[in-house]
């Protein structure tokens, strides 16, 4: 996972050498505060209690020392100020280019991402939880954005500041440096396997918190449902134990990766304790001078915090770590209908031909089973059958959702896999039961159909699809927001926007799942004025539901258990005494309702 967001990273090389080299300047500023010690102690207690030094400290004690006590510590404090002057614009173009670099990386994660879902396959989208897919896009890029701050950026900027610290360390007393370096491999190994121990939990963090969302999802969507069988207690409950199963594992994750930082500062003080009686010895025998046991103890101290941070960072990057992993799973998920057609579907001419046609989700039960089946161009053909039969997944096959297992589907003659996606599906208009519209104005979810299409295009097709009335009756016509899936328009209303868009799309091929099954019936009367205003001079695959609304259509197809079993027109099915016969006295038993053609 590390190497996947790294590659990330290296996408944005002068920029990433940029941030390095700040950090490194930084941190060399960062050191040089605490050498200051040397002319400190020089200025201080005279020149026999320091060291030489570097040539810097040495030129800086020459030129303190040079005056009075007074001028000397004037000269001090211009220039500490002056050091800190100079490391603060540096600091300030580390935050910026450090927040920058993240949001880059962040931003194409994010790209990538809804890229891949947009090109994934419907069988995909449709196997997959929404809750889980939301949980994704915004939870996990999330923590991968805190992770890349805190366990990338941070943990390197920590890093060089730790190198510098430990430098100064090794220089003022190797002795007390290889004291210090007796703890390293216990807390190294500490830190090793808390970390593993973090990334799991988190894995399993994620997937809950994933659970909660498809939850909420589910409630948001089916609020409908749950309030007119009163289950809102139930839904509460389920959710409650849902999410103080989160709420345990939760604290249970966040007190392991607590552990981290707090064993690390344990040790820290068992090593100052060390330092401390040691240093005295040597100071006491003559081996350093007090200014080096100064360098040493503060180096020692400062660098407690960045290995401190270091610390956090990992267990944080160990976080985000198992948040790449649920990111990587949807931008390297390949479930997709390959677009290898190079030729250009220009014109639909003669017919539509199902060749042998199988289909299955996988190997232990068909969905079609040797669908042979000819739609002439302007011919309207309705599909009837039982739920479950595979009248769906036939239409979404001819628009490629899906692939057939086995067979093929031509259109005029030739295979449609060989037609490029795009030029295919331009040709085809679809318009469902359950109505898709978007958060957007009335005029935006018609010319999502045709977004080239001019005004006059625009409003021929409210015209045709019978929303003229409807759209002046509204303060802001066209412009009017409709609210999520068009929850602030009636379902007549959502119906006619979806054929508008079809009209205006103009595709030569249709498909309509009958979506007239809940509406009443002023509203059913709309919407079949405008569906056969969509029809002229189209052909047309329609899904059946109600039998009444398919008894003139040109060819009824019969399809039960994902195969073709019966083929004619209404009165011909009827008069067979045959499985449509029997669908359609069951749906109009208790109707006085004519039953032959």
């Not at 050498?35 to 040539?55: E, L, R, T």
């Not at 929303?467 to 209303?493: A, H, K, P």
């Not at 091929?509 to 002023?522: N, Y």
Request: glycine share 8%.
């Amino acid at each position: 996972m590390l190497r996947k967001l790294g590659s990330y990273l290296l996408k944005y090389k002068a920029l990433l050498g940029s941030l390095i080299l700040v950090m490194m300047i930084v941190a060399i500023l960062s050191g040089f505060t605490i050498g200051m010690i040397i002319p400190v102690v020089s200025s201080i207690f005279g020149k026999s209690h320091a060291s030489s030094g570097p040539w810097i400290f040495r030129w800086l004690i020459n030129w303190i020392g040079k005056g009075d006590r007074m001028s000397g510590l004037f000269k001090l404090a211009v220039s500490l100020i002056l050091i800190y002057g100079i490391k603060f614009p540096f600091s300030l173009l580390l935050c910026y280019l450090s927040d920058f670099l993240e949001q880059k990386v962040i931003e194409v994660i994010r790209v990538d991402m809804f890229r891949n879902l947009t090109n994934l396959s419907y069988r995909f989208h449709s196997m997959m939880k929404s809750g889980e897919l939301l949980s994704k896009i915004t939870n996990d890029t999330e923590k991968v954005r805190f992770a890349l701050r805190r366990g990338v950026i941070d943990l390197s900027r920590n890093l060089f500041l730790l190198m510098v610290y430990l430098c100064l360390a090794l220089w003022a007393s190797w002795r007390l440096f290889l004291i210090s370096l007796i703890l390293a491999p216990i807390t190294l190994g500490i830190i090793h396997f808390i970390g593993k121990k973090v990334r799991g939990r988190f894995t399993l963090l994620r997937k809950q918190r994933g659970f909660l969302n498809t939850l909420a999802s589910e409630m948001l969507q089916g609020i409908k449902v749950i309030k007119s069988f009163g289950m809102e207690e139930y839904e509460l409950d389920k959710f409650k134990d849902a999410n103080k199963l989160y709420r345990k594992n939760y604290v249970k994750s966040y007190l392991l990766k607590g552990f981290l930082p707090a064993s690390s500062e344990f040790l820290g003080s068992i090593l100052a304790g060390a330092i401390l009686v040691v240093g005295g010895i040597l100071i006491y025998k003559g081996i350093i001078t007090p200014d080096r046991f100064l360098v040493f103890l503060g180096s020692i101290i400062l660098a407690q915090q960045p290995t401190r941070q270091m610390n956090l960072a990992y267990g944080d990057l160990q976080h985000g770590l198992a948040s790449m992993e649920s990111v990587r799973e949807i931008i390297e998920a390949d479930d997709f209908v390959k677009d290898d057609g190079k030729v250009n579907l220009i014109s639909f001419s003669d017919a539509i031909r199902f060749k042998n046609v199988y289909f299955y989700y996988d190997h232990s039960k068909p969905i079609l089973k040797n669908i042979n089946l000819e739609i002439k161009r302007g011919e309207t053909v309705a599909l009837v059958g039982p739920s479950g039969a595979g009248k769906t997944t036939l239409v979404n096959l001819i628009l490629r959702f899906a692939d057939p297992t086995n067979g093929q589907i031509d259109i005029d003659g030739k295979d449609i896999r060989e037609f490029s996606l795009k030029s295919l599906r331009s040709k085809i208009g679809i318009v469902t039961q359950d109505v898709i519209l978007f958060n957007d104005s009335i005029r935006n979810n018609i010319q999502y159909g045709n977004p080239d299409a001019g005004e006059k295009a625009l409003y021929e097709s409210l015209k045709k699809s019978h929303l003229e009335d409807f759209v002046e009756s509204l303060v802001e016509g066209l412009d009017t927001e409709i609210g999520e899936r068009g929850e602030r328009i009636s379902g007549g209303e959502k119906q006619r926007i979806a054929i508008a868009r079809a009209i205006l799309k103009n595709p030569p091929i249709l498909i309509l799942d009958e979506a007239t099954s809940s509406l009443d019936a002023e509203a059913e009367r709309l919407v079949q004025d405008a569906m056969a205003e969509l029809l002229k001079g189209r052909t047309a695959i329609v899904i059946a539901h109600r039998l009444s609304t398919v008894r003139n259509a040109d060819r009824i197809i019969v399809i039960d258990k994902g195969e073709i079993v019966e083929e004619g027109s209404h009165k011909e099915l009827f008069e067979s005494g045959g499985l449509y016969a029997r669908l359609y006295e069951l749906q109009f038993k208790d109707e006085d309702y004519p039953r032959k053609g």
